[in-house]
């Protein structure tokens, strides 16, 4: 599967632009999507679904435009988890998942079997006969979830999947997404970085709107690497100063003292080491605003 987008923009009906001017191309696999509150994720989101028609710019799904004579071809080809979804409240999660198969299109026998399957996979076999409305918040992203993958989509589109979900749950559906982005593409949208680590080295960062950076992990880990330094000191005294003069993004109170990992270009004092990189740490550098850099000794 290939999506690609070419100088997408979407402008609200009160003038301001939800996304500007945007390109990318994406194949199989799963492709994270970050970005602060307000970033443009959501409104992506929408218009890959259909959901939103852009004021200007391409989107071609294989050979496919976008275009309203062939929005009713893309929708059969995606599976959509938005981040708010109220299932069938008076119905049983089994019930509704087969009532929205049928919307999709799946055949009876064929939907029973793909029902079966992902509520084990998610771990809601045990809690199929229950109704919707008495299902906890991560039972109710899960039943979402499975919804969304029914018509087996060429391209999954999920928002925020592992939300209320406990440490073991969020494994599972890490686990099921990586095994369905087999041959097809899967594009996650989340503000849990650690699940993106784990789960693909394919990202899209957005900010204000704009692709602010697409491409490997991996790369963007190696461009922020010699920015994030590691100090500790038992002084509680020295730690507070330390914050007010540099930018602190992680602070540990251990057995050896208060660890501090501060942001900055170079070796911001003596002590300091060189800090092991994460994908959040080069996600924190990346989103930074240069006030915000130069506001402190970054």
């Known amino acids: 599967m290939l999506l690609t987008a070419r100088n997408l923009t979407v402008t609200f009906k009160n ?21 602060e509150n307000g970033a443009g994720k959501t409104t992506l989101m929408r218009v890959l679904t259909t959901i939103i028609t852009p004021a200007s710019g391409q989107i071609m799904f294989e050979n496919i435009p976008y275009a309203e004579k062939n929005y009713s071809e893309i929708q059969k080809r995606i599976g959509y988890l938005p981040q708010e979804l109220n299932l069938y409240p008076n119905l049983t999660v089994e019930d509704a ?41 991560g039972m109710k992203r899960r039943a979402g979830l499975v919804q969304a993958l029914l018509n087996e989509p060429e ?3 999920v928002d925020e999947p592992t939300t209320g979900l406990d440490p073991e749950e969020r494994v599972r559906i890490r686990r099921l997404l990586v095994d369905f982005s087999k041959n097809r593409t899967v594009l996650l949208s989340t503000h849990v970085v650690e699940d993106l680590a784990a789960t693909t080295d394919q990202i899209l960062i957005m900010k204000k709107g704009k692709l602010e950076y697409a491409g490997h992990a991996g790369s963007l880990i190696a461009e922020t690497k010699g920015k994030f330094w590691n100090y500790c000191t038992k002084a509680e005294a020295d730690a507070e100063e330390i914050e007010r003069k540099y930018m602190v993004t992680a602070k540990q109170f251990a057995e050896d003292g208060i660890r501090l990992k501060i942001l900055s270009k170079k070796q911001p004092f003596a002590g300091t080491v060189p800090a092991e990189i994460t994908l959040e740490d080069a996600y924190i ?14």
């Open 15 to 35: 003038g301001c632009r939800g996304i500007q001017n945007m390109s990318f191309r994406i194949g199989n696999g799963i492709y994270g999507l970050l970005g």
């Open 285 to 298: 550098y990346i989103n930074l605003d240069h006030a915000q850099i130069h506001s402190r000794k970054v």
């Open 97 to 137: 998942l087969m009532y929205l198969g049928s919307l999709s299109g799946v055949e009876k026998r064929t939907c029973e079997k793909r029902v079966t399957y992902y509520l084990k996979r998610t771990g809601l076999e045990e809690h199929k006969r229950k109704k919707n409305k008495q299902l906890s918040g």
């Open 155 to 157: 391209l999954l589109i």
